[in-house]
């Protein structure tokens, strides 16, 4: 049985190094290659964090550290390494966007998959190119992460620490489509409530030690409850009478059997 510390420092570990070397991803599309590719790096992917790390995960946490340094990545919350009143102001996500007609590259063109990722994303005064690449990075994150563990990878699209995966996958590396379907199905660390339920079967992804669960029904009435100090996978079954689902330290539940 994998160990999932282990394996959330491996995450870790890799992701970094894949964030200091620069995105490499050149999409699904032949015509992706005449693409500019900005040498700006995006945030690295964080594991699952353990509650009693073993003597192993600490040395490979401590690895990973130095490796997001070296890189200059930023963490999962998304914030910037910069600091000093020098650092760039960044552009307001929520202003103003790029007119499409507008979504040219300093040299090179867009392809039209490109140019439909950038679409409504590119915020005045920011480079277009900047924001592909953040794309671009997202593809290729998925594309390490289902090498080394395709339920790691779903569960990093489920609890956001591969950010804006759906439109990446969308319109620059399609073939992860199946990973971000199967995620819109999963739950990560948090109360779930109403229409986010579906009943099924569910099974954890990485849980530390400290993984609990609780279900609820109509009137707060406990459906099940449970926890597990092992860090091994655990599978429930979340039933139709559901009414609230809160999970803490287990990281993220993706579906078993049909995921329809």
Request: with cysteine.
């Amino acid at each position: 049985m994998r160990n999932p510390l282990l394996a959330g420092a491996a995450v870790v570990i890799l992701t970094a190094a894949l964030a200091a070397c620069g995105s490499s991803h050149d999409g699904n599309d032949p015509e992706a290659a005449a693409a500019p590719r900005p040498a700006a790096s995006g945030p690295s992917v964080a594991g699952p964090t353990a509650a009693a790390p073993t003597d192993d995960a600490k040395s490979g946490a401590s690895e990973a550290s130095g490796a997001s340094e070296a890189s200059g990545a930023s963490g999962a919350s998304g914030a910037s390494g910069a600091s000093g009143s020098d650092a760039a102001p960044a552009p307001d996500a929520t202003g103003p966007k790029v007119p499409t007609d507008e979504l040219t590259p300093a040299t090179g063109t867009f392809t039209k998959k490109e140019k439909e990722y950038l679409t409504d994303r590119v915020p005045k005064g920011m480079d277009p190119a900047a924001v592909l690449q953040t794309g671009q990075e997202t593809c290729d994150k998925l594309d390490f992460l289902v090498k080394a563990d395709r339920r790691i990878a779903v569960g990093s699209i489920v609890t956001g620490e591969v950010p804006d995966a759906a439109p990446a996958v969308a319109h620059l590396c399609t073939g992860h489509q199946d990973l971000v379907d199967e995620a819109a199905l999963g739950y990560a660390d948090g109360t779930h409530t109403g229409e986010e339920l579906r009943p099924g079967v569910y099974r954890s992804v990485s849980p530390t030690p400290a993984c609990t669960w609780r279900t609820e029904g109509a009137g707060g009435k406990v459906l099940d409850q449970g926890s597990s100090a092992s860090g091994q996978p655990v599978r429930i079954t979340l039933p139709a009478a559901a009414r609230t689902f809160t999970s803490t330290g287990c990281y993220a539940w993706l579906p078993e059997g049909d995921k329809s």
